[in-house]
Structures are given as structure tokens and as C-alpha cells.
């Protein structure tokens, strides 16, 4: 993962846009992944599970540990 202690949901988006990724998911707070790939492998969880906020941006919400928020890139 790309590890920044200043993550937002738009840095993670625009770090794997800009290397032509279609997906980027955060966890964890400050965790950035990229992929090719949709997330279809576990089911979608609700929002009682995405109580960890962004270290880069509290508003933005960067799921727990072993959970992810997934975006499109921009």
C-alpha cells in the first residue's frame, strides 16, 4: 500500500488515476491501494464499520483495519 501521513480520499484517488489504476481503496486511515480490479470478493459493509476518519482529512472516511472504501479514480 502507499502509506502517507497526510492520506485524503483525493490523494489516494489521484495518486492511482495518475498511474492509470481504475480503482483506489483506503484503509486504515492513512492506507492507499490501487487496482484494476473490482472489489467483489467480500460484501459490502455498513457504516457502522467506517469509524476510522482520514489522518490527512478527519471529514473523509478511510474505513477500519482489513476494510475498505472504494472509489473510481479521477
Known sequence: PIEDSSMTVD????W???FNWKYAALQY???????????RRYPQLG???CGMR?????NDLCRNSY???IWTTV
Open 54 to 58: 482520514c489522518v490527512g482529512n478527519n
Open 11 to 14: 490523494n489516494c484517488r489521484n
Open 16 to 18: 492511482c488515476g495518475y
Open 47 to 49: 457504516e457502522e464499520h
Open 29 to 39: 486511515g492513512d492506507q492507499c491501494y490501487c487496482s484494476n480490479q473490482e472489489y
Open 67 to 69: 476494510v475498505n472504501s
